[in-house]
T-cell receptor
Framework: KNQVEQSPQSLIILEGKNCTLQ??????????LRWYKQDTGRGPVSLTI?????NTKSNGRYTATLDADTKQSSLHITASQLSDSASYIC??????????FGRGTSLIVHP | GAGVSQSPSNKVTEKGKDVELRCDPI?????LYWYRQSLGQGLEFLIY????????KSGLPSDRFSAERTGGSVSTLTIQRTQQEDSAVYLC????????????FGPGTRLLVL
């Protein structure tokens, strides 16, 4: 069964600090992996997409990594801002057009 | 242009009533997805439309749920005889065709069944 597990479930950090969110998946075959940001009361917004051959991809202060051998991905947020407070969702697409979603990591950035 | 829009943004209904949720996808997007997001849970796939092909309804939890997409654009998700466990956020997403295409999500409809 295709699964996506994220950790931690929730995280609280101080403004300006860095943090790393983890995603482990068992989706097979693998097509691509996305990280989404979901602000409270809004729909998810795509941050990055990674395919099998990509190890690292950045989008501003967000850097995603992918290890296709161990089926792990991480999302690193640098110099966090209050606006980074949101849920971060790891989504993996396999051989089907239906993606598998993780439950998300809830990040709170305190001033 | 405009993103994906959904209406209503919030809906409170009584158990046993029918509800209709609407999704307006981005113009030109042939793929449309409905998902359900319950508190503390990941997004749950409900149904997928792609162009004029028959929809993939494999995610619909019961025969009380149905959806249609008229003219390849607007979609309506209907829940008949609502139950309290139907309370959730219902998200719609659209994309261009293709496995790598980004899904663009609407803001969701928050459904509360009393």
């Amino acid at each position: 069964k295709n699964q996506v597990e994220q950790s931690p479930q929730s995280l609280i950090i101080l403004e300006g600090k860095n943090c790393t969110l983890q995603c482990n998946y068992t989706v097979s075959p693998f097509s691509n992996l996305r990280w989404y940001k979901q602000d409270t009361g809004r729909g998810p917004v795509s941050l990055t997409i990674m395919t099998f051959s990509e190890n690292t991809k950045s989008n501003g202060r967000y850097t995603a990594t992918l290890d296709a051998d161990t089926k792990q991905s991480s999302l690193h947020i640098t110099a966090s801002q209050l606006s980074d407070s949101a849920s971060y969702i790891c989504v993996v697409k396999g051989g089907s057009y239906i993606p598998t979603f993780g439950r998300g990591t809830s990040l709170i950035v305190h001033p | 242009g405009a993103g994906v829009s959904q209406s209503p943004s919030n809906k409170v209904t009584e158990k046993g009533k029918d509800v209709e949720l609407r999704c307006d996808p981005i113009s030109g997007h042939t793929a449309l997805y409905w998902y359900r997001q319950s508190l503390g849970q990941g997004l749950e796939f409900l149904i997928y439309f792609q162009g004029n092909s028959a929809p993939d309804k494999s995610g619909l939890p019961s025969d009380r749920f149905s959806a249609e997409r008229t003219g390849g654009s607007v979609s309506t998700l209907t829940i008949q005889r609502t139950q309290q466990e139907d309370s959730a956020v219902y998200l719609c997403a659209s994309s261009l065709a293709g496995m790598r295409e980004t899904q663009y999500f609407g803001p969701g409809t928050r459904l509360l069944v009393l």
